[in-house]
């Protein structure tokens, strides 16, 4: 639940748009797929993450990335 509740809070918070920032691939994936749990689990769909990932940096801001990757989830689970 907490996990949860921390990735809502990740929608509603603005950051300065105007730095990139250091951020953890692993990290923004695994809580898109916490976010997606729900919808993935009624789907019967089961995703598979590289452990690599969690090891790599992107520059961007968290926010938005972790955005891209809940919406590729969701819509890859609809397209199913």
Do not use: W
């Amino acid at each position: 639940i907490a996990k949860i509740t921390s990735g809502v809070k990740v929608f509603t918070f603005t950051e300065d748009q105007d730095k990139f920032t250091s951020e953890s691939l692993g990290a923004i994936v695994d809580d898109a797929v916490t976010i997606c749990q729900a919808k993935l689990k009624r789907s019967d769909i089961r995703i598979e993450i590289d452990p690599i990932i969690h090891s790599k940096k992107v520059m961007g801001h968290y926010t938005q990335l972790f955005q891209v990757f809940v919406n590729l989830i969701s819509n890859s689970a609809d397209a199913i």
